[in-house]
Structure formats: C-alpha cells, structure tokens
C-alpha cells in the first residue's frame, strides 16, 4: 500500500457567546483549598450566564464524586430528560496554562465518544484558553494511516465566553502552535518506507506553497555535490533515496532579527556500516523528529505572520547500509571545508548537521542559530524521557529559550560544553574526528560547535533524542511522535523582534 497523504482530521474549535445546542456542558473545577487538607473542588467561576440550577448541581457534585481539582481530573454526570443533559466537571489544577493543558488533553480522551462540547469559560484568562485549545487538539490527536481502531467521535467544542474578540487572537495562537505541533508528528510516525527525503520535501512543499514571503528552496544530491555539502552526501550515499538539503525562508517585510533554525533529519538510521543492533533500530523512523520540528515551527511563524525572519535548514538523507554507503574511516569534507574523520557511521547526524551549520554562518549570517536533533541516546541516559539538553556558550541566549521551553509545557536542562572532553575532538587524518570519546551528548555538541565559526555565542544545540517520542499517551502527549520542540521554538520565536 501506498501512503501518499496523511492529515489527522482536527477539532472545530469555535468561541461563542451561547452555543445552538448544549448537549455536554463542561464546567472546570479547581481545587477548593490545600489539597493535603483533604478539601474537595470547587467551580471555577465563568463568565457565560449558565442557569443557576444547573450551577447548584454542578457545585453539589465536586464533593460527592470526591473531585479534588486536580488538573486532568474529569467526572460525568447524567441529566436525562433535562438540558444539558450531560455534566462534565473537569480538573484544572491552580490556573496555570500547563494545568489546563493537562485539562484540554483528559477533556479530549474523556469526552471523545461526544461528538460536541461545550466548556463554560471565566473571563479575562487568556492562558486558560491557550492551555485549554492546545491541550484539546495535542491530546486528540491521533496518526491515521489505515482504517484501523476506532475513530473518536468528539468534533467539535464551543467554548463559552461572554466577549468572542477578546479571544480571538490565543485561540489562534493555540490553535497554529498544536496544529504545526501534530504536523511534526505526523511527519515523525510516518514510516519510513514512505518519508524518504524526496517525500518529506513534498510535504514541506505542499505546507509551504501559498503563504506570501514564505520561500522554498530544496537542493538534490547534484546540487549539493556542486557546492560541497559533503556531510549529507557521505550520509545519504548509501540509500536508494538521495538527500535532500530544504531550506525554508520565512521572510517578513521589515524583520529586524534573523534566526536560523537547523534541524536534524535523518528519516531512517540503521547506523550505517557501523550497524545498530536491531532493538535500537527499531524506532530509527523518529531520526527526523529535530527537521519536523523546526518546519513545524517556521510555519507557524509564518501562519501568524511573526516579525522575524527564520530561515530553516533541514538535511534529508538516510542512513541505510549498502555498497554506495559511506565507510568507517573515511575522511569527509564538509561544506566549506572543514574535514571529520567518521569511524563510526552510526555517528551520522553530526555530519549532516555540521553541513547546514557551516553553510547557514558562512552565507545566511543570522543573528542567532539554533539547531535542533535526535543526536544521541546518552539525552535520556542523563535526563530522563520528557527532557532535551540544551547546549550553548550564550547563558542569556539559553535562558530565553530555556523560558519559552518551560512556558510552552515543554522541557529542557541546560548541559555543559565541557572543556574536558575538548582535546578528543582531535583527529590524525583531518580536522575533527566525529566520534570522540566521552559523554556522547556533549561530544556531539562540542563537535558541531566547531562549524559555527564566528557564530560560536550565537548559538544553540538540543539534543531532543529523549522527548520526541512517548512510549504512550501522557497528557497533552500522545503515544508516539510528541513534536518536541514546535510549541518551545514558536514561543521563543515570538519573544524575537
Ligand atoms: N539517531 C541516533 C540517536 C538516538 C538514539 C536517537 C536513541 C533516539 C534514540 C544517533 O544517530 C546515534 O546513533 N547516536 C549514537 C552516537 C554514537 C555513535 C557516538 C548513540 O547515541 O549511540
Ligand atoms: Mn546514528
Ligand atoms: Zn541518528
């Protein structure tokens, strides 16, 4: 079978002052008082005038079904014969945005056999309303690609507010951040057999077309022979499927800041001649997760017409084992012109990324770089599997981004480019070996520090191998592809002007 298009069908989200028809009315519920004290939930006050016995049921119910507000926490209550017929009292927790994205994503899985919601809203609460619309469209989302399990019935939610303008604008703020979020996904549960780098491209292709100011440029194997990019050519030499250099240009009138993003985008590891041994190849489709996530986040950018230029480089290849692919100990000269020594093939993302970095500081000259990639299994070793390392010599460049991560309801830890580990990078051959010694995350980011010339402190790296994927689902995260780093990038890009 081939799989040419996969778009996940997504939630009708619609702010109104009174719904048509209100079949399940939602009513968020916080906790009451100190959750060690035993206290149950209380409503949370909303701003649409709601019936008043309707409100008196509903605020008799928190205790008795022993709801204490949590966020996620969801109750149904039967009404038969009245209206609304169906009670809903879902846990918030204390406020925050992550709580009611938590909120948004159990709403989603509680409620998914209710073809319509409605959920009462307080006023003035806009990171309510973000937390709450990204949380129901990260948390219903699911990868389609065969008529397999069940679809969910849930389509549509009117969230009920008394003033539709005021919130108009983090509505699609929410809404662009989780549908560039579920397009990272979709990207990075697409087997293999289909994303090669040539279908990836399209994808980007057909995403790209129709937004003024938003340019496209791909290079083939040709054109990357032609100008040097010799990191993605050793990678991708072994595949059927030749690489692919995109580069997305996100170019607003009058942009005062440039950013490249780079990201990883390797749509199938094997390892290479230095071959994985087969549970560790298993999920190896993932290995373009960091090249999702910085499209993902560039269309966004572009969707909300962002004051910022961002230019977003993705190397495409496959890391495949064959008689065309690249060999342990060859010497590969990389776009202008530094050399690596590769021993180990499965050391693969390093090369094509120091490729994109090079040539984004020798011809794009951005003010800041970030790049972002599934790099090495040592990031969950360390940190743990919802948590990217962070790498940088820019401590302000890092809290900024460090900032947006966490505010966005996604995480990452600052990690050292330590100074020990430094002298491994040496080679006999050439000017770096690819795979030196010691920790492996921090080798590989002091490696790819070394093509980012004199850019060095205006640069970002994160090893995002660990949060790209979830075993199963977990909150706003559902089972596979999480889209790391769309909602982060998008958030800190915002803060840019
Ligand atoms: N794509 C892998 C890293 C990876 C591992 C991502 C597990 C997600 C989950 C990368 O290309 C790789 O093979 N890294 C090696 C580096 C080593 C050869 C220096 C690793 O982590 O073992
Ligand atoms: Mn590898
Ligand atoms: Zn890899």
Redesign the pocket.
């Known amino acids: 079978m081939i799989f040419s298009e996969v778009r996940s069908s997504v939630l009708a989200i619609r702010l109104t002052t009174g719904p048509e028809r209100l079949d399940t009315l939602v009513l968020p519920v916080r906790p009451g008082g100190p959750a060690d004290a035993g206290a149950s939930a209380e409503l949370v006050p909303t701003a649409s005038a709601l019936p008043d016995d309707v409100l008196a049921e509903a605020a008799a119910l928190a205790p008795v079904a022993r709801l204490t507000g949590r966020a996620g926490q969801t109750r149904e209550h039967l009404r038969p014969t009245r209206t609304p017929e169906r009670l809903l009292l879902l846990g918030v927790g204390d406020g925050d945005e992550q709580g009611w994205r938590v909120a948004g994503a159990a709403l989603a899985r509680a409620a998914k056999a209710e073809p319509r919601l409605a959920v009462a809203l307080p006023d003035d609460a806009p990171a309510a309303v973000r937390g709450l619309v990204e949380g129901l469209l990260l948390g219903s989302y699911r990868f389609r690609l065969t008529e397999a399990g069940e679809a969910p019935a849930l389509r549509e939610v009117d969230l009920l507010v008394t003033d539709v303008e005021a919130y108009r604008e983090v509505v699609e703020l929410a809404r662009t951040t989780a549908e560039n979020t579920r397009l990272a996904r979709d990207l990075t549960n697409m087997p293999s057999s289909v994303k090669n780098p040539q279908w990836f491209t399209a994808q980007v292709e057909a995403a790209a077309a129709g937004t003024p100011d938003l340019h496209l440029r791909v290079r083939g194997p040709e054109e990357l022979a032609a100008e040097g990019f010799g990191g993605i050519l050793a990678v991708g030499g072994g595949s059927a499927s030749g690489p692919r250099l995109v580069e997305l240009d996100w170019r607003p009138a009058g942009a005062k800041r440039h950013v490249v993003l780079v990201g990883?985008g390797?749509t199938f590891?094997t390892g290479g001649i230095s071959i994985k041994p087969r549970d560790a190849m298993k999920l190896?489709r993932k290995?373009m997760a960091g090249a999702a996530a910085v499209i993902g986040a560039t269309l966004g950018a572009a969707a909300l017409g962002l004051p910022v230029r961002v230019t977003t480089l993705a190397p495409l290849a496959e890391?495949m084992v064959s008689g065309s692919a690249f060999r342990p100990g060859d010497i590969i000269r990389h776009y202008g012109g530094l050399t690596s020594e590769s021993t180990n093939s499965?050391a693969?993302?390093r090369l094509v990324l120091a490729d994109a970095l090079a040539y984004a500081v020798a011809e794009l000259r951005p003010d800041l770089l970030v790049d972002l990639a599934?790099?090495t299994g040592a990031n969950a070793v360390a940190l743990g599997k919802r948590t990217g390392a962070l790498y940088s010599d820019n401590d302000e460049l890092a809290d900024e981004l460090l900032a947006a991560i966490a505010a966005a309801g996604e995480s990452a830890w600052r990690m050292p480019l330590a100074a020990d580990y430094v002298e491994h990078l040496g080679s006999d051959l050439a000017d770096l070996h690819s795979s030196p010694a010691g920790a492996s995350s921090v080798t590989a980011a002091l490696f790819l520090r070394e093509f980012t010339g004199d850019l060095r402190e205006r640069w970002v790296h994160v090893d995002m191998s660990a949060p790209s994927w979830a075993e199963g689902d977990d909150a706003e995260l559902t089972k596979g592809a999480t889209g790391w780093g769309v909602r982060g990038l998008l958030r800190w890009l915002a803060t840019l002007d």
């Open positions: 990883k390797i590891d190896m290995d890391n499965d693969e993302g599934t790099l």
